[in-house]
């Protein structure tokens, strides 16, 4: 069946550090793959997508690569800010069916420290 | 543009009840999903509407129903209300039932006692 895995957290860092959460995937075909990020006592937004093998989505300064070879689709940034504390979810939709559900990780909460 | 909008923000309910949550999506939008995020886990797909008819279910027992309206407009329902239930859930809106982007509205936090 199709499933996310992502980093356990919490990760915690200092502002200006580099950040980095791991997320690998198991589908069948070509799922379209994407982050979201939760702020407190908000609901979910679309950080950044990537539709097919090889692309990289980028938003805010936040990247990430559809690696079909590995099954992953890890979250970098070069530079977080406080305001980037939040908790973050990889997720898929899976290809070729007739809806465009999501399937999510259990989230990493990110705590970033001035 | 007015995005996706839910309502109650709040709700306590006794086990065993029934609860209606409602969401307004965003303007355009023809498909509505609903999914059950329970605290320190990711949203769980339970079921989508398109064009007034369901388009798919996640993996919930029969007492969680749902209905869309003709302005694409939706409700879930939850019968016989179990302490498990308790969780914050969450609407989201997509243009079509195969665009990928979806909107989500800022969720309905259900507590059963």
């Known amino acids: 069946g199709n499933s996310v895995t992502q980093m356990e957290g919490p990760v915690t860092l200092s502002e200006e550090a580099f950040l980095t959460i791991n997320c690998t995937y198991t589908a069948t075909g070509y799922p379209s793959l994407f982050w979201y990020v939760q702020y407190p006592g908000e609901g979910l937004q679309l950080l950044l997508k990537?539709?097919?093998?090889?692309d990289k989505g980028s938003n805010k300064g936040f990247e990430a690569t559809y690696r079909k070879e590995t099954t992953s689709f890890h979250l970098e940034k070069g530079s977080v800010q406080v305001s980037d504390s939040a908790v973050y979810f990889c997720?898929?939709?899976?290809?070729?069916?007739?809806?465009?559900?999501?399937?999510f990780g259990t989230g990493t909460l990110l705590a970033v420290q001035p | 543009e007015t995005g996706v909008t839910q309502s109650p923000t709040h709700l306590i309910k006794t086990r065993g009840q029934q609860v209606t949550l409602r969401c307004s999506s965003q303007?355009?939008?023809?498909?509505v999903s609903w999914y059950q995020q329970a605290l320190g886990q990711g949203p769980q797909f339970i079921f989508q509407?398109?064009?007034?008819?369901?388009?798919g279910r996640g993996n919930f027992p029969p007492r969680f129903s749902g209905l869309q309206f003709p302005n694409y407009s939706s409700e879930l329902n939850v019968n016989a209300l179990e302490l498990d239930d308790s969780a914050l859930y969450l609407c989201?809106?997509?243009?079509?039932?195969?665009?990928?982007?979806?909107?989500f509205g800022p969720g309905t936090r259900l507590t059963v006692t």
């Open positions: 509407y398109y064009r007034e008819e369901e388009n």
């Open positions: 989201a809106s997509s243009l079509d039932r195969e665009d990928y982007e979806q909107y």
């Open positions: 997720a898929l939709s899976p290809y070729g069916g007739a809806t465009n559900k999501l399937i």
């Open positions: 990537a539709t097919k093998a090889d």
């Open positions: 303007s355009g939008h023809n498909t």
